[in-house]
């Protein structure tokens, strides 16, 4: 019996990641000259960050530096999933933005059908996640380079490749 090989797709990001992105945001907020004075705060919730500042120009200032962290920290722009700009209470504004992580159900059946189509391999969707097996390890690494090649609207990561 020939022995099978497979990985996972899966969308995810690392947390801790993401806190040390944004503990250095709060960094750069309040030592930045123009940023100082705002009161901006960044909380970070279970699936959503919530940053509370004085006007829009300084909101998109905030998102602006949380991004170039995020990047640094080498996590993806796709999790971020941005809310409306709203008004809080004391002339201030109020964006969340939420986090975005595992592949719906209706991109993983895309995903399998593109894969299938140009691939022999099996794809079976597994909750929030694929998996993609086949005899041979060269196709599995085929695989991994054309999903690398396409854009999708989540950040896409393979792991447990065996």
């Known amino acids: 019996?020939?022995?099978?090989?497979?990985?996972?797709?899966?969308s995810e990001f690392d947390r801790q990641e993401l806190v040390n992105a944004l503990d250095q945001?709060?960094?750069?907020?309040?030592?930045?000259?123009?940023?100082?004075?705002?009161n901006t705060t960044l909380e970070l919730e279970a699936d959503h960050i919530t940053i509370n500042t004085e006007s829009e120009f300084t909101l998109k200032s905030v998102v602006d530096i949380l991004q170039t962290k995020a990047v640094k920290r080498g996590l993806s722009l796709k999790i971020f999933d941005y809310g409306t700009i709203e008004n809080a209470s004391g002339n201030r504004v109020r964006q969340q933005i939420k986090l975005k992580q595992g592949i719906e159900q209706e991109l993983a059946k895309k995903i399998s059908k593109m894969v299938r189509d140009n691939f022999k391999v099996q794809v079976t969707i597994q909750g929030d996640a694929l998996r993609v097996s086949s005899k041979s390890k060269d196709d599995l690494q085929s695989v991994i380079?054309?999903?690398?090649?396409?854009?999708?609207?989540v950040a896409l990561q393979f792991t447990n490749y065996r």
């Open 1 to 10: 019996m020939a022995a099978t090989y497979s990985f996972d797709i899966v």
């Open 145 to 153: 380079q054309f999903l690398k090649g396409q854009d999708f609207p």
């Open 25 to 38: 945001t709060r960094r750069e907020v309040n030592t930045r000259f123009d940023l100082k004075d705002t």
